[in-house]
């Protein structure tokens, strides 16, 4: 372990055992990291509440270059499991690893980027001949056939609804045509 680590215990007595454990769970944590420049645990006992026995908490904080920093607080709830500090502790890095993991993802772009469906606003509609047009973020207008309209969306629409759509391969005679297209309502599309 390279790991710069601080660990604190409050209303408990430390132990070599407890920290045995957790510089074994920092180890593992960089397996997800190639350098965490700092890691501090708190664990801690709150008095205990009722009949109840104590349930601890662990506090797991990371400093991971190009990330933000990472704090993870695992508080037990009601998980009786938490009586025993381990089972905390195991928790508590449980989470840390999968939050590192996400962020190491995402900070190296391993994160799959869903792209939108291109989208844009009805700017024509002739509910009696079946067909409008939609003009695309591009400043295009797409044609579009009532049968490219999801679900008995098409009598719905009107001219300014914002649409997401999917255009064909081959031109029609009027041009770009949509081969779907999906009245966005209330939702709000950034892209």
């Given at each position: 372990m390279t790991t710069p680590l601080e660990i604190r215990f409050q209303g408990l007595d430390p132990s070599d055992a407890m920290e045995g454990a957790i510089r074994k769970k920092v180890a593992k944590l960089e397996t997800f990291a190639e350098r965490i420049t700092s890691c501090r645990v708190v664990v801690s006992r709150p008095k205990a509440r009722g009949h109840q026995g104590h349930l601890y908490r662990v506090l797991v904080e990371l400093d991971v270059p190009g990330t933000h920093e990472l704090v993870v607080g695992h508080d037990p709830g009601i998980d009786h499991a938490h009586e025993d500090v381990y089972v905390a502790i195991r928790d508590a890095f449980a989470a840390a690893g999968r939050r590192?993991?996400?962020?190491?993802?995402?900070?190296?772009?391993?994160?799959?980027?869903?792209?939108?469906?291109?989208?844009?606003?009805?700017?024509?509609?002739?509910?009696?001949?079946?067909?409008?047009?939609?003009?695309?973020?591009?400043?295009?207008?797409?044609?579009?056939?009532?049968n490219a309209v999801t679900g008995d969306g098409f009598d719905a629409l009107e001219v300014g609804t914002e649409v997401r759509y999917s255009v064909a391969e081959a031109e029609s005679e009027h041009g770009p045509q949509a081969t779907t297209v999906t009245a966005v309502g209330k939702h709000h599309l950034v892209g």
């Open positions: 590192l993991e996400d962020q190491v993802r995402r900070r190296d772009g391993a994160v799959k980027q869903h792209d939108l469906a291109p989208h844009g606003r009805i700017s024509q509609v002739f509910h009696a001949k079946d067909h409008g047009f939609i003009r695309a973020s591009t400043g295009e207008d797409i044609y579009f056939h009532r």
